[in-house]
């Protein structure tokens, strides 16, 4: 076989085949991007759940499965240019499952597709055009995160694809009309696009047949020092918000918007995440820490930096960039050490952090908030941007 080191999609055993030529060529790490097709298991239903492997010109590599669309690895240097595994997830399909041990009584959501509403609706309920729709209630009172089986639990379409500096897969799914009480057939394309120079990123889009709530985002817990480092508390961060939206006891927003200035909240610069998480505040006490949305500096409607993250050890950064007003910041406080993920590692409490993009909890039934209302004719389109680099 002649040295072919162009972009490839690789599939099955013809991605063994590639390989196998590139070693035979003397190349040990590849200079190409490339997406590997495989299988990752089965569900009790029967479905076959596909894991697709993206990999860059730089070496960065993001795997992704049709099952929730769960980023479960996602690898990128440090400052040596060492390689690490950055997100929370699990080896194999099993744990993933709604319903297997150890996650009876719920998900983690380890990094998933989220809708079709991201974060909490109260009392699991909303009215829309004189209509009052009933959710499942999944967390305490609340629903959360599109219900029992929301689209982190369904099995996605996917398609790979590659352009010369990028490469990617394509999600797609019809949620049903009333699927988790939701009124209307969605449709629903996600879009995970890996480029070379370090940058992941992340398109939804959805349309409607009947006016609906929408708000998707993605969930995957983060550890810039590696899944298996200990607690998040040293990463510095920041966010580009002057406000926040406080909540009550069961984490539904007040219909407040309330500067961070002088609070817990402030992370207009860059601060360490354990700095303040355990102070002496109310909205601390109803998080157990940070589990709140920040209302965004934003300037107009394009993509803008909503926050940065810097891990002092090994260098490693994570820019936020969105179209979206708000971002939840989520510390991993409910993370208690019952969890084995990957290679046997047990995740302890705060050993990840979230910063999903989206419209803000309870939206439907808070109107002075951004609509996140779908109507037939429109087209729901958001992107994020997660930028990975080295600091100075």
């Known amino acids: 076989?002649?040295?072919?080191?162009?972009?490839?999609?690789?599939?099955?055993?013809?991605?063994?085949?590639?390989?196998?030529?590139?070693?035979?060529?003397?190349?040990?790490?590849?200079?190409?991007?490339?997406?590997?097709?495989?299988?990752?298991?089965?569900?009790?239903?029967?479905?076959?759940?596909?894991?697709?492997?993206?990999?860059?010109?730089?070496?960065?590599?993001?795997?992704?499965?049709?099952?929730?669309?769960?980023?479960?690895?996602?690898?990128?240097?440090?400052?040596?240019?060492?390689?690490?595994?950055?997100?929370?997830?699990?080896?194999?399909?099993?744990?993933?499952?709604s319903?297997?041990?150890?996650?009876?009584?719920?998900?983690?959501?380890?990094?998933?597709?989220?809708g079709r509403y991201g974060n909490r609706i109260a009392n699991g309920r909303f009215t829309l055009d004189g209509r009052t729709y009933q959710l499942a209630t999944n967390d305490g009172p609340n629903h959360l995160h599109g219900g029992v089986r929301g689209f982190d639990k369904v099995v996605w379409g996917a398609e790979p694809f590659q352009r010369d500096s990028e490469v990617g897969v394509v999600f797609?799914?019809?949620?049903?009309?009333?699927?988790?009480?939701y009124p209307g057939n969605l449709d629903v394309r996600v879009t995970y696009t890996l480029t070379d120079d370090n940058q992941?990123?992340?398109?939804?889009?959805?349309?409607?047949?009947?006016?609906?709530?929408?708000?998707?985002?993605?969930?995957?817990?983060?550890?810039?020092?590696?899944?298996?480092?200990?607690?998040?508390?040293?990463h510095e961060l920041m966010i580009a918000a002057g406000a926040f939206t406080p909540v009550n006891s069961t984490l539904i927003p007040t219909g407040e918007i309330r500067s961070v200035a002088g609070t817990p909240f402030d992370f207009r610069t860059s601060t360490p995440i354990g700095a303040r998480i355990d102070a002496d505040d109310q909205q601390i006490r109803y998080g157990l820490g940070y589990d709140h949305n920040w209302v965004l500096d934003r300037t107009g409607p394009g993509l803008e930096?909503?926050?940065?993250?810097?891990?002092?050890?090994t260098g490693r950064t994570l820019?936020?960039?969105?179209?979206e007003p708000g971002i939840q910041f989520y510390a991993g406080n409910f993370l208690d050490g019952t969890i084995t993920g990957k290679d046997g590692t047990v995740?302890?409490?705060?050993?990840?952090?979230?910063?999903?993009?989206?419209?803000?909890?309870?939206?439907?039934?808070?109107?002075?908030?951004?609509?996140?209302?779908?109507?037939?004719?429109?087209?729901?389109?958001?992107?994020?941007?997660?930028?990975?680099?080295?600091?100075d």
């Not at 596909?50 to 240097?77: S, W």
């Not at 047949?209 to 708000?215: G, K, L, Y």
């Open 172 to 181: 797609t799914y019809l949620s049903p009309d009333g699927e988790e009480g």
């Open 305 to 313: 930096l909503a926050a940065r993250v810097v891990e002092p050890t």
């Open 347 to 391: 995740y302890h409490h705060r050993t990840g952090f979230c910063l999903e993009t989206q419209h803000f909890p309870d939206s439907p039934n808070q109107p002075a908030f951004p609509s996140t209302i779908l109507r037939p004719g429109e087209e729901y389109r958001t992107q994020t941007v997660m930028v990975f680099g080295v600091a």
């Open 200 to 234: 992941l990123i992340v398109d939804y889009h959805a349309t409607s047949d009947r006016a609906t709530p929408v708000n998707l985002t993605q969930h995957s817990y983060f550890n810039l020092a590696g899944h298996d480092s200990g607690d998040i508390l040293d």
């Open 99 to 114: 319903g297997v041990e150890p996650y009876l009584d719920g998900s983690p959501y380890f990094g998933s597709i989220i």
């Open 319 to 323: 820019e936020i960039l969105t179209t």
């Open 1 to 97: 076989m002649a040295c072919d080191r162009k972009a490839s999609i690789s599939f099955g055993a013809a991605a063994a085949a590639f390989l196998l030529s590139l070693t035979a060529c003397g190349v040990g790490e590849p200079a190409m991007n490339e997406v590997v097709r495989s299988d990752f298991g089965t569900t009790p239903e029967g479905e076959v759940v596909e894991q697709f492997t993206l990999k860059n010109r730089a070496g960065m590599e993001v795997r992704a499965i049709t099952y929730g669309g769960i980023i479960t690895h996602l690898l990128v240097p440090d400052r040596g240019g060492n390689m690490g595994d950055v997100v929370l997830g699990f080896d194999s399909l099993e744990p993933y499952l």
